[in-house]
DNA sequence: CATTTATGTCAGCTATGTTGACATATTTTG
DNA sequence: CAAAATATGTCAACATAGCTGACATAAATG
């Protein structure tokens, strides 16, 4: 007999089945959260794509599109389909960077900005929720975990977006004094699918 | 100046800057898990539709395919070209419910089997990384982040799911001496998107 | 027996990803 | 300065995985 009848509390109590049980929570956390912007999508015509490109755009203002390529994974091709659609919509705008003047830096329009907004609200409530409960040291266990999940090769590029807002995943101090506005490391990384 | 030159450690200061980071590492996160099982994937020329639906039927055998329907969260054409093509080549049988004969429980094969284990592999070696280095208090942190982010209206779906295996999500005991090989609720609900 | 349920299927559409090739402007380098 | 590298944009074609709505069958249920 593999258990007793009643196997009470079981913390994690060994091996890979509980495993399991993180991945899938892992999945069905992400499959809801995902969910939360579609209602004002919908409202604007456009998809998930449209979500994460607004959204990093925004938090990250003067991003180059090669620093949106390398956040999202995708192809150029995928992403100007997108991206375009925002700026011919009038929700991102792309300005010629000044020392070098082949980078389009993207930013937020007004109506980018509400957008964002409208996005991550739902999202930011569902964080809330979930966060402001847990104890300082509680939140600081989620973000390691969250982090070391990231691929090794990619935790640096993470690091140094993340510092342009001043802010440190790792919980070490951020790189550097913020330089809004600017983008981040081009170690462009070619990882494939 | 809203901050000093070193903000040192800054555990989660405040607000929503703070909630946003944690939404990108996720977002990271989910990024970098759900690509895993790509290189497999290739070599038998699936996508990761077909990743999800073998591991959650090599995980939970006999489910149903409304079952399936209700994890996935898509639609039945979608689903039914993916599973198709699973069960065309033989990764995963379905079989007669002996209660009810309409329904078709699914169940992986030797073949579906194997690549359910090549497939989970990278993953489960993501998260032993990640959290064996963890106290079972934080561990037990993690495992009520992830599933308090799960929507109200789904948890008891999950926790019926899991319960098969005999596992809580929340902690708490299963809900039941788990019958393995059966469905749970049937308590279908209908959302969007 | 009438209704509901579980599943399957047809036809067509949409969103978002892919490849490979090539063009332009600009910066960097030898 | 000329050549090479870089950042971006774009063309054409295609693949995957979602979606809708309608309809069919078999079995269970009231």
Redesign the pocket.
């Known amino acids: 007999m593999a258990q007793t009848s009643d196997d009470k509390i079981e913390p994690l109590s060994s091996g890979e089945e509980n495993i399991l049980t993180l991945i899938e929570l892992f999945y069905f956390a992400y499959r809801d959260f995902t969910g939360d912007g579609d209602d004002v999508l919908d409202q604007y ?8 490109v607004v959204h990093f755009v925004h938090h990250y203002p003067g991003l ?4 949106l ?1 390398n956040i ?13 659609q925002l700026v011919d919509q009038d929700f991102i705008i ?1 300005q010629e ?1 000044s ?7 993207l930013f937020t329009t007004e109506r980018g900005n509400s957008l964002a907004k409208q996005l991550s609200e739902p999202q930011i409530k569902r964080f809330e929720k979930t966060i402001k409960p847990l104890s300082a040291e509680e939140q600081v266990t989620i973000k390691k975990f969250l982090f070391s999940l990231i691929q090794q090769g990619n935790r640096h590029d993470v690091i140094t977006l993340m510092a342009q807002n001043g802010h440190s995943p790792t919980g070490k101090p951020a790189l550097e004094k913020p330089v809004k506005t600017r983008h981040y490391a ?1 170690n ?1 990384e070619i990882t ?2």
Chains 1, 2 share one sequence.
């Open positions: 015509g456009f998809g998930r794509a449209h979500h994460r180059r599109v090669a620093d390529l999202l994974k995708i192809t150029k091709q995928s992403l100007a389909r997108v991206l375009k792309q960077g020392k070098d003047r082949r980078e389009r830096l081009p462009a494939g699918k």
